[in-house]
């Protein structure tokens, strides 16, 4: 039986994939967090053989949330879901960490097979997305400036979209506030942004923010 850990803030798709895995003989969804903290603590406290991960979510974003999970427990295999389709996450979730990454209207089929292959210690991406990741690892990169942020550039623009001021951002992460000044001059250079409110402009240009 794979004993799965549901991390998601939207208590209607909760319900709704646990729904369709009750199909499944050998899934199993033991635990719902509707936040990063909810899941730290349970990721703590049991184990489990897959996360399924929400990356796009209300306070620590899921690449935060999957950083502090690999430093509690190295070896779980989390597969990242995300309202966003493959070309704008996938390599960053996988550089951060995760086992595989499908985009939430991918079919239910796929989804089950996501999880089975993860948990077995495989790395699951879709058709698509296994081609986008492998052409930009040997350097075929044609992505938007936002794609081939760092993970660490990535987690705070997306924190900076949210308000974030930079010393919370460094209390969270655990940097200095210099540090994170750098890394926000970094994002501003490669997204070719002048200001915060130019970049909240970019975001929404490009889909990463409503």
Not at 50 to 65: S, T
Not at 133 to 159: F, K, N, W, Y
């Amino acid at each position: 039986m794979i004993d799965i850990l549901m991390v998601d803030d939207h208590t209607i798709f909760r319900s709704g994939l646990q729904r369709l895995l009750l199909d499944e003989t050998d899934l199993r969804t033991t635990a719902e967090a509707g936040n990063g903290a909810e899941a730290l603590e349970l990721v703590r406290q049991r184990r489990f053989d897959v996360v399924l991960l929400d990356i796009n979510m209300e306070g620590r974003n899921g690449l935060e949330v999957l950083a502090s999970m690999r430093a509690a427990q190295p070896a779980l295999p989390v597969l990242m879901l995300s309202m966003y389709a493959e070309e704008q996450y996938a390599l960053v979730a996988i550089q951060a960490g995760a086992r595989g990454y499908i985009a939430k209207d991918a079919e239910p089929a796929e989804l089950v097979r996501a999880i089975r292959c993860v948990a077995a210690g495989g790395q699951y991406l879709s058709a698509r997305a296994a081609s986008q990741v492998s052409g930009q690892l040997e350097g075929r990169d044609d992505r938007p400036a936002h794609q081939r942020l760092t993970v660490r550039e990535h987690q705070i623009m997306l924190m900076m979209l949210k308000g974030v001021s930079l010393t919370a951002i460094g209390d969270e992460m655990l940097i200095s506030v210099k540090t994170v000044s750098t890394h926000r001059s970094n994002i501003l250079d490669k997204l070719g942004v002048a200001s915060t409110a130019e970049l909240v402009l970019y975001a929404v240009r490009h889909g990463i923010i409503q």
